[in-house]
């Protein structure tokens, strides 16, 4: 296993953290709230949120263990912060209305992406794992291994956005007849040798392992389960912030920001007639704040950043 340390030899700090500014600015903290991290990684936004607060008290999600432990040493100090070693879908536990702010920071952290036994980097070579957490079973192995063929397609299609994986996965079908795929290197080489032309602009296989991590990780349905309830955990006037980091991931956001900040009509059947129900959340940000040039500089991987804010106002 990796040791960590603040610092290791492929980032400056374990990892940045991204829009860290417009993210603490937009949670307008107060010194006496509720604050809940649900993504907190190595704590550069619950760093942040901490230092804002007197009597207030946050509350950290991760479901990786490493980033966990870390965490515990790094706030072994503060009295107001509590860990919990779990996936934010266990946020359900808190009771209505509890929270003045709620922020996720969306996918892997660097020190997953940097620690080849984690499987997640198609540029080192290690096991086709790409669980985040330990105490789920599924792996990226298991499903380039027994997935049917139609299963890889479309899990390659819909959540790699890959429109004709079909080359790809006859020659893993064909792999894995002789001998298991065992390794990113292996299944990387594979997808490498049946794209044709140059990828300077993108690696061939950045679609092929985000869709297998989405699919190990359950990443989209855990993600609408625990805005849904995000929404309801917060306090009149709170505040819920959203990084996300591709497409599919800002697609689900935007729907649900959308939808609970429209007003309804409902059927009042005591008089009989539509009424308009008020929304009980306003977008703070029609279009998602995007990082600037000089963090992009700063840091390769904030580039595709999308920062979504809503308001809880009745
Ligand atoms: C981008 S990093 C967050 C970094 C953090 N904001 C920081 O500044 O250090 C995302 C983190 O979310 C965690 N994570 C992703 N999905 C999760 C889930 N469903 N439940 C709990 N943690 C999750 C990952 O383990 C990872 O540590």
Known sequence: MMKI???NKHTSLIHIPVLLKETIDCLNIKSNGTYLDCTSGFGGHSSKILENLTTGKLYCFDQDEIAIKYLKRHFANAKNVKFFNQNFTGIKQ????????????LGVNSLMFDDST??????????????????TSLTAQYIINHYSKQELNNIFQQY?????????????????????????????????SNTPGSFIRKHPAKQYFQALRI?????????????????????????????????????????????????????????????????????????????????????????????RIIQRIG
Do not use: W
């Not at 984690?118 to 105490?135: A, E, H, I, T, V």
């Not at 429109?163 to 006859?170: A, N, Q």
């Not at 939808?259 to 279009?287: E, T």
């Open 215 to 307: 699919v190990v990780n359950d990443e989209l349905n855990v993600l609408k389960q625990a805005l849904t309830t995000s929404l309801k955990l917060l306090k009149i006037n709170g505040i819920l912030a959203v990084i996300s980091f591709h497409s599919l991931e800002d697609r689900i956001v935007k729907q649900i920001f959308n939808n609970a900040s429209k007003s309804h009509d409902i059927y009042d059947s005591n008089v009989p007639l539509y009424a308009q129900k008020k929304a009980c959340y306003q977008l703070i940000n029609k279009k998602p704040l995007r990082p600037s040039l000089a963090e992009i500089n700063r840091n390769k991987r904030s580039q595709s950043a999308k920062l």
């Open 5 to 7: 340390t603040m610092q």
């Open 94 to 105: 808190f009771p209505e209305k509890t929270f003045d702010g709620i922020i996720f920071d």
């Open 160 to 192: 790699g956005e890959v429109k004709k994986p079909y080359r790809i996965v006859d020659t893993i079908l064909n792999r894995r007849a002789k001998n298991a795929i065992t390794t990113t290197k292996q299944l990387s080489e594979i997808i490498c």
């Open 118 to 135: 984690r499987g997640f980097s198609y540029n080192l070579n290690g096991p086709l794992d790409m669980r985040m957490s330990k105490q």
